[in-house]
Structure formats: structure tokens, C-alpha cells
Nanobody, 127 residues
Framework: QVQLVESGGGLVQAGGSLRLSCVVSGRPFTSYAMGWFRQATGKERDFVAAISWRGISTSYADSVKGRFTISRDNAKNTLYLQMNSLKPEDTAVYYC????????????????????WGQGTQVTVSS
């Protein structure tokens, strides 16, 4: 059984930084392409960033380019999202997601391309 557990969320002032982590268990971490999504209250779940299984390819939403960095440590089965220069509009529940099979080599930007999801971690940015 695959499990994804996020951590690192919290309350931060605008301009501050946070680093989210997502630990994956149940199957070899290198089996998966990984992604981060976020969902603000009353809104749909939106793509934030994605990374392929070896970490060679990455993709970002325009709203976070230059501020957020996705990375993975395959030895630690962990996905990261470094978030800098945070803005109030970044406030949301952040979810990590995993996709296996042939899609593992890609960077995936749609929620329906992912097979497994974490429970989410709240990020709140105050102005």
C-alpha cells in the first residue's frame, strides 16, 4: 500500500519561506513521477510543480516560477517543495501526488494523471 505523508506547512509572513516535504512509502520511490498541487478554500485543486522519476525534468505553474523549487531525494524517499518569497495568494492546502508506470518518466500537470495523494498540509501566508 502506497502512502504519502506531507509535512512542513505553517503560518508565515509575506516574503518568507517554507519547505514542504513528502515522504513516500510502500514501493520504490523511483517508481514514481511526483507533483505538488494546492487547493485554496472554495477553489479547485491547482497544479504547482512536478518532477520526473530521476529528477531530471521539472515543470512549474507560472504563478510560482522563480519562487518555488521542486526536488527529490530518491535515497530518502522524499519529495520537497522549497517556497520562497511567499505571497498571501499562496495560502492553500498543499498536496503531494505520485504517478507510477510509464508516466513516471514525465512531468505531469493534471490531477487525473496521478494515482496516489497525500492528506495535505496547510500553508498560510499573512500580509
Amino acid at each position: 500500500q502506497v502512502q504519502l505523508v506531507e509535512s512542513g506547512g505553517g503560518l508565515v509572513q509575506a516574503g518568507g519561506s517554507l519547505r514542504l516535504s513528502c515522504v513516500v512509502s510502500g514501493r520504490p520511490f523511483t517508481s514514481y513521477a511526483m507533483g505538488w498541487f494546492r487547493q485554496a478554500t472554495g477553489k479547485e485543486r491547482d497544479f504547482v510543480a512536478a518532477i520526473s522519476w530521476r529528477g531530471i525534468s521539472t515543470s512549474y505553474a507560472d504563478s510560482v516560477k522563480g519562487r518555488f523549487t521542486i526536488s527529490r531525494d530518491n535515497a530518502k524517499n522524499t519529495l520537497y517543495l522549497q517556497m520562497n518569497s511567499l505571497k498571501p495568494e499562496d495560502t492553500a492546502v498543499y498536496y503531494c501526488a505520485a504517478a507510477d508506470g510509464s508516466r513516471a518518466m514525465a512531468t505531469l500537470v493534471h490531477t487525473n494523471e496521478y494515482d496516489y495523494w497525500g492528506q495535505g498540509t496547510q500553508v498560510t501566508v499573512s500580509s
